[in-house]
């Protein structure tokens, strides 16, 4: 399967753990982003990144929340001291910029986080 | 304002009909636009993508854009139970690498 891959789908988490969401992106592509939705809500963008670079971070919430992209391996967002407000999917996306197709995005399947 | 409209719906239409998913914005310089189908508890999957203005042919599915009104469409023809999912419009400047989403619109396709 070529597609982006994510995991774990579906993550319980107690108030005040970490919660690792990883994401392996579409076979060739260079760049991933971070997406959130609420419940009966739209996607909210939170990061974007190429590997070893964070491009754009502006809907990142300023503390716990943190997404990076190792030059070897998946990228990860990464969320400390989880609140039940964090309970969400939260869906990566990736692309290849520069090819014909590079401006559009393809998503994972998602993570469920739960806090419970 | 948003740069991307979409009316939420949800949109209950017969099956066999024909739907009308549409979206406004207000960015000219986007290029690239997008049209998703999200089934619950599952991700966004690539339906239609089109760049600039004109029509798309894929099936059962047509995505129009009309840049002079800043209004894209999607139209699904003899519709189905399984195409009863949220649908969003998505577009992007070139080489800007960011993409703007519609809330996404709720179609139940009824058999």
Redesign the interface.
């Known amino acids: 399967n070529a597609g982006?891959m994510?995991n774990p789908r579906h993550l319980v988490r107690r108030r005040g753990q970490e919660a690792r969401l990883r994401c392996s992106p579409m076979k060739g592509h260079s760049?991933v982003?971070w997406y959130r939705q609420l419940p009966e809500?739209?996607?909210k963008?939170m990061v974007?990144l190429q590997k070893e670079n964070i491009?754009?971070e502006s809907g990142m919430p300023k503390e716990r929340f943190s997404a990076e992209f190792p030059k070897e391996g998946p990228s990860i967002l990464r969320i400390q001291q989880v609140v039940r407000g964090d309970s969400a999917?939260y869906?990566c996306a990736s692309?290849h910029?520069g090819t014909v197709?590079?401006?559009?995005?393809?998503?994972?399947?998602?993570s469920?986080l739960t806090v419970v | 304002q948003k740069e991307v409209e979409q009316d939420p719906g949800p949109l209950s239409v017969p099956e066999g009909a024909i739907v009308s998913l549409n979206c406004t914005y207000s960015n000219s310089a986007f290029q690239y636009f997008m049209w998703y189908r999200q089934y619950s508890r599952k991700g966004p999957e690539l339906l239609m993508y089109t760049y600039s203005s004109g029509n798309k042919e894929d099936g059962r599915f047509t995505a129009q854009v009309d840049k002079s009104s800043k209004y894209i469409s999607l139209f699904i023809r003899d519709s189905q139970p399984s195409d009863s999912a949220t649908y969003l419009c998505a577009m992007s400047i070139p080489n800007f690498n960011k993409f703007y989403f519609g809330s996404g619109t709720k179609l139940n396709v009824k058999p």
């Open positions: 982006v994510q760049h982003y809500e739209g996607l963008f974007y491009i754009d999917a869906f692309s910029p197709a590079g401006n559009t995005i393809y998503f994972g399947e998602g469920w």
